[in-house]
């Protein structure tokens, strides 16, 4: 790894990822791996993860490992596209307007609801029988 500009964190859900930005050839490592490994043939979750990347240019100039870890893979997509985009703010200031027009650098702040008390999950109950 070159030197490291910048680090940031992205969240969805209960997933977690951290991006490095380096120098480089605009090579995206998830957790060690590419993202056609990581993501295998969920195309859905491999668009939502480049989607900062449609609006910015300067990809070819630089390298982004990002670390994931907690939640699911569609939460963990979700991070690392807040991540990337975080990452892409500290690298071009003038990008904001456009990203935070595209909604990508507000953290979704939607979680899962907690179970309550007598019920099965949620808001699910359980079968009424009147006899």
Same mark, same amino acid.
């Given at each position: 790894?070159?030197?490291?500009?910048?680090?940031?964190?992205?969240?969805?859900?209960?997933?977690?990822?951290?991006?490095?930005?380096?120098?480089?050839?605009?090579?995206?490592?998830?957790?060690? /791996?590419?993202?056609?490994?990581?993501?295998?043939?969920?195309?859905?979750?491999?668009?939502?993860?480049?989607?900062?990347?449609?609006?910015? &240019?300067?990809?070819?100039?630089?390298?982004?490992?990002?670390?994931?870890?907690?939640?699911?893979?569609?939460?963990?997509?979700?991070?690392?596209?807040?991540?990337?985009?975080?990452?892409?703010?500290?690298?071009? &200031?003038?990008?904001?307007?456009?990203?935070?027009? &595209?909604?990508?650098?507000?953290?979704?702040?939607?979680?899962? &609801?907690?179970? /309550?008390?007598?019920?099965?999950?949620?808001?699910?109950?359980?079968?009424?029988? /009147?006899?």
């Amino acid at each position: 790894m070159n030197n490291i500009s910048y680090m940031t964190a992205g969240r969805r859900k209960n997933a977690v990822a951290r991006v490095k930005v380096s120098e480089g050839d605009g090579k995206i490592l998830v957790n060690g /791996k590419t993202l056609d490994e990581y993501f295998g043939g969920l195309e859905r979750l491999k668009k939502i993860v480049l989607k900062p990347f449609n609006i910015w &240019e300067n990809v070819k100039n630089y390298d982004f490992y990002v670390s994931v870890n907690g939640g699911g893979v569609s939460g963990q997509a979700g991070a690392i596209c807040h991540g990337l985009a975080r990452t892409i703010l500290k690298l071009d &200031e003038l990008s904001k307007s456009v990203l935070k027009k &595209e909604g990508l650098l507000t953290r979704d702040p939607r979680m899962v &609801e907690r179970k /309550k008390p007598g019920r099965p999950k949620a808001r699910k109950r359980f079968q009424f029988s /009147k006899r």
